[in-house]
T-cell receptor
Framework: DVKVTQSSRYLVKRTGEKVFLECVQD?????MFWYRQDPGLGLRLIYF???????EKGDIPEGYSVSREKKERFSLILESASTNQTSMYLC???????????FGPGTRLLVL | GENVEQHPSTLSVQEGDSAVIKCTYS??????FPWYKQELGKRPQLIID?????GEKKDQRIAVTLNKTAKHFSLHITETQPEDSAVYFC??????????FGTGTSLTVIP
């Protein structure tokens, strides 16, 4: 069974703080994704990665960066958190060439 | 880029009735259309999907139909049960493996 885990379920940070969200998958998937989920807007892609050390911008990359040093781990970084980054963040992974994405449980981030 | 619209945003049905959720997409190159179910406080999970070479797919009480010409696809749930209450998301896959998601439909099944 595919398992995608995220480091925190809930996180509260102050404006201007640097925030790290971690995602780990245990199924040797090549592809990993970071989304944010907001009411009425659905899921929007922030960044994705097809392989270690590779990253591609999604639709809303501004204010975010990512790191993929190991195949199983994909980190989302908020360099200087702002209140408009308060959201639910979902990580997902999929094998190369397979469309089905497996989601993590999500991290609900509140920026004060 | 792709634009996926989903309707309705909320839907309430009586237990045992059918529920239909519709999505439209803009990019004719999209060829894979999954539906995800997200229960309150849980992760989205794939419930059914369809590829562009198929017009309909069914799995027990759930079915998905695709009209490539009109660029829309629909989720049909028959004999709804309270445990079907959740938020449902459609998505369309563009080349390059990037999904575009609809804005979600909150389905409530009233016992």
């Amino acid at each position: 069974d595919v398992k995608v885990t995220q480091s925190s379920r809930y996180l509260v940070k102050r404006t201007g703080e640097k925030v790290f969200l971690e995602c780990v998958q245990d199924m040797d998937h090549e592809n990993m994704f970071w989304y944010r989920q907001d009411p009425g807007l659905g899921l929007r892609l922030i960044y994705f990665s097809y392989d270690v050390k590779m990253k591609e911008k999604g639709d809303i990359p501004e204010g975010y960066s990512v790191s993929r040093e190991k195949k199983e781990r994909f980190s989302l970084i908020l360099e200087s958190a702002s209140t408009n980054q308060t959201s639910m963040y979902l990580c997902a992974s999929s094998p190369a060439g397979v469309e089905t994405q497996y989601f993590g449980p999500g991290t609900r981030l509140l920026v004060l | 880029g792709e634009n996926v619209e989903q309707h309705p945003s909320t839907l309430s049905v009586q237990e045992g009735d059918s529920a239909v959720i519709k999505c439209t997409y803009s990019d004719s190159a999209s060829n894979y259309f999954p539906w995800y179910k997200q229960e309150l406080g849980k992760r989205p999970q794939l419930i059914i999907d369809i590829r562009s070479n198929v017009g309909e797919k069914k799995d027990q009480r759930i079915a998905v139909t695709l009209n490539k010409t009109a660029k829309h696809f629909s989720l049909h749930i028959t004999e709804t049960q309270p445990e079907d209450s959740a938020v449902y998301f459609c998505a369309a896959l563009q080349t390059g493996n990037q999904f575009y998601f609809g804005t979600g439909t909150s389905l409530t099944v009233i016992p």
